[in-house]
C-alpha cells in the first residue's frame, strides 16, 4: 500500500478521527426546514425558501468536528438554529435557542466534552463578496389617463407588492432601473412628455427609499435596457434620443453615473438587461425594427456585438435573474401583445420561445427577490393598463397572475434593494 501519511486526532474512545482538513462534504445541498447531521462532515445549507434547524449527533465523541456554509447568503433573511441534541453548546445545556443569522456566515464546530460540549473553531461571515439584494421597487410610469406619475411600490421578499407611495423626483415614464453597490438600486432616463427626454437619476437606499433628483450627466434618452453587471455596478445602454442609439453610461458602486460612452450591437430601444453567470449580464429584444438579437456585457461593463437572436423578436419585454445564475425575458410587443418568455442560462445563451403564462402585454418590469434566486413580474398594458404581477420560481417558472395593487400603468422601471 502507497499514499501520504497524514495527522489524525485520537479520540477519548481510542478511535482515529478524520482530519479536519479531511471533512467528507455533502454534495446535496440542504434546502429543507430540519437535518440531521453527521460528524466529520461539512454541509451547504441554502435557506432561500425557508428557516433550517440542524440537530447535531446524539452521542459525539471528542474531536467531532462539523462544518455548516450559508451557501446562498441567505442566513440573515432565513436563520440556521441548532438543537445540540441533549449535549452542551459552549458550556451552555440544551435548552438555549443556538440561530446563526449573519449573511455568508460559515461555521465550524468540533465537541470538546460533557462540559462545555460543542465549541465553535470559527463561526465567521464571508465579507469578501458582495451583499445580494432581497427586494424590489417598482417606480414611475404612466398611468390610464395618459398622465406621468412619480409614485413607487415596494415588493417584500416573497412578492408581496405594497400600495402606492407617494413618488419622489420627476415624473416620467419609459425610465429603466438597475442594482448597484449590492443593496441599493437607480432609476434613470425617461420621457416626460410630448418627447421632453430627461437624463435625471434617482438613487434608492437599502431600505427603498427613492431619492431626489440628481442632474442629468448623460444624454437625455428613455427606453434604455438596464441591469447590474460585475459584483456591485449597474449599465444603461441602448434607447431613442432623437434616433435609436447605442449609448451606454456605466454606474460605479456609489450610484455615479458615467457620461455617454458606445456600446457594441444594433441601435435600438425598447431593450431589457438581466444578470446572468458570475460578474455578466445580458441586453436583449428592442425595436428598431422588431429585433431578437443579445449582447454580452462581461464584468468591465464592455457590451458585446450582436449576438445572432433566438425567439420572438419584440420590445417592451420584461427581464429579471433567476436561480442565482439565470436571466429570463418575458412578455412584450409584437404586431400585438405577447406573452412568451426566453430563459436565458449561466453561460448566457437564450432559449428558444416557451409559451407564457398570464395576461399577455408590453411594457411590463421585472426585478429580482432573494438573492436572485426568484423574480417578479408585474405591470403593463394588455390593452388598457394592468397592475396584475406574476412570481418567477428558482427555475424560470412564471406563476398565473397574482391580484395586482397599486397604480395600473405602463412602462414604469423595477430595481432590486436591500440586504
Do not use: H
Not at 96 to 109: A, E, H, R
Request: charged fraction near 10%; glycine fraction near 14%; charge should be negative.
Amino acid at each position: 500500500m502507497s499514499g501520504i501519511i497524514v495527522n489524525n486526532v485520537a479520540r477519548a474512545s481510542g478511535t482515529i478521527a478524520a482530519t479536519p482538513g479531511g471533512l467528507d462534504w455533502s454534495t446535496a445541498v440542504v434546502t429543507a426546514s430540519t437535518v440531521t447531521v453527521e460528524a466529520g462532515r461539512g454541509y451547504f445549507i441554502n435557506t432561500t425558501s425557508n428557516a433550517c434547524t440542524v440537530t447535531l449527533p446524539a452521542s459525539p465523541a471528542v474531536g467531532d468536528q462539523i462544518v455548516l456554509v450559508d451557501y446562498a447568503r441567505t442566513w440573515a433573511t432565513n436563520a440556521v438554529t441548532l438543537d445540540s441534541n441533549g449535549n452542551n453548546f459552549q458550556g451552555e445545556d440544551d435548552t438555549y435557542i443556538v440561530d446563526y443569522d449573519t449573511v455568508g456566515q460559515s461555521l465550524n464546530i468540533v465537541f470538546s466534552d460533557s462540559t462545555k460540549g460543542w465549541l465553535p473553531v470559527s463561526d465567521d461571515a464571508v465579507v469578501d463578496v458582495g451583499v445580494a439584494p432581497n427586494q424590489a421597487i417598482f417606480a414611475y410610469g404612466g398611468n390610464a389617463a395618459g398622465n406621468k406619475v412619480s409614485m413607487s411600490n415596494l415588493v417584500n421578499l416573497n412578492g408581496v407588492v405594497s400600495a402606492d407611495v407617494t413618488g419622489v423626483g420627476t415624473q416620467r415614464n419609459r425610465t429603466a432601473g438597475a442594482n448597484y453597490g449590492g443593496d441599493k438600486g437607480i432609476f434613470a432616463f425617461g420621457d416626460k412628455g410630448s418627447a421632453d427626454l430627461t437624463g435625471v437619476s434617482n438613487l434608492v437606499s437599502n431600505v427603498g427609499v427613492i431619492a431626489a433628483d440628481t442632474s442629468a450627466v448623460g444624454t437625455a434618452k428613455r427606453d434604455c435596457g438596464s441591469t447590474g453587471y460585475g459584483d456591485d455596478l449597474a449599465i444603461f445602454a441602448y434607447g431613442y434620443i432623437s434616433d435609436y442609439t447605442t449609448a451606454r453610461n456605466l454606474i460605479s458602486n456609489t450610484g455615479v453615473v458615467a457620461s455617454d460612452t458606445t456600446s457594441g450591437g444594433t441601435a435600438r430601444s425598447g431593450t431589457q438587461g438581466a444578470r446572468y453567470g458570475t460578474g455578466t449580464a445580458i441586453i436583449a429584444y428592442g425595436t428598431g425594427s422588431l429585433l431578437n438579437v443579445s449582447n454580452l456585457v462581461n464584468s468591465s461593463g464592455v457590451v458585446s456585438a450582436d449576438v445572432t437572436g433566438v425567439g420572438t423578436g419584440r420590445y417592451g419585454a420584461s427581464s429579471a435573474s433567476y436561480g442565482g445564475d439565470k436571466a429570463f425575458f418575458a412578455y412584450g410587443w409584437t404586431a400585438s401583445v405577447v406573452s412568451v418568455k426566453n430563459l436565458v442560462t449561466n453561460e448566457g445563451v437564450v432559449g428558444s420561445d416557451v409559451t407564457g403564462v398570464g395576461t399577455a402585454r408590453g411594457y411590463s418590469t421585472a426585478a429580482s427577490l432573494g438573492s436572485f434566486q426568484t423574480a417578479i413580474c408585474g405591470y403593463g398594458r394588455p390593452s388598457g393598463m394592468t397592475n396584475v404581477t406574476n412570481l418567477v420560481n428558482s427555475s424560470g417558472v412564471i406563476a398565473a397572475d397574482q391580484t395586482g395593487v397599486g397604480t395600473a400603468r405602463q412602462e414604469l422601471g423595477a430595481t432590486e434593494f436591500g440586504s
